[in-house]
């Protein structure tokens, strides 16, 4: 094997695992992102199943403030009339 096909091969490989560094590099960082937003889905918001329960209260009390302002109007307009 003469000099210039051995520099050629060693050239090679020295790319081929710059490439692969690169690469486990970037998988790394892609690692570190998606535990990130892992923690941040853990920890600032909620499931549906934990949600549940806010929405039946909120949207009970919606729908006895909204029948209330019916009934006031209706009896405002039976008085009127």
């Known amino acids: 094997m003469d ?3 051995m ?4 050239s090679g490989q020295f790319g081929t695992e710059a490439w692969m560094a690169k690469i486990e590099e970037r998988l790394d960082n892609l690692a570190e992102k998606v535990d ?3 923690d941040k889905l853990d920890k600032k918001y909620v499931t549906h199943e934990e949600f549940k329960p806010i929405k039946l209260v909120v949207y009970g009390l919606v729908g006895a403030i909204l029948t209330s302002f019916a009934g006031a109007m209706i009896a405002l307009i039976i008085r009127a009339g």
């Open 7 to 10: 520099a050629q091969d060693m």
């Open 36 to 38: 990130h937003i892992n």
């Open 3 to 5: 000099s210039t096909s």
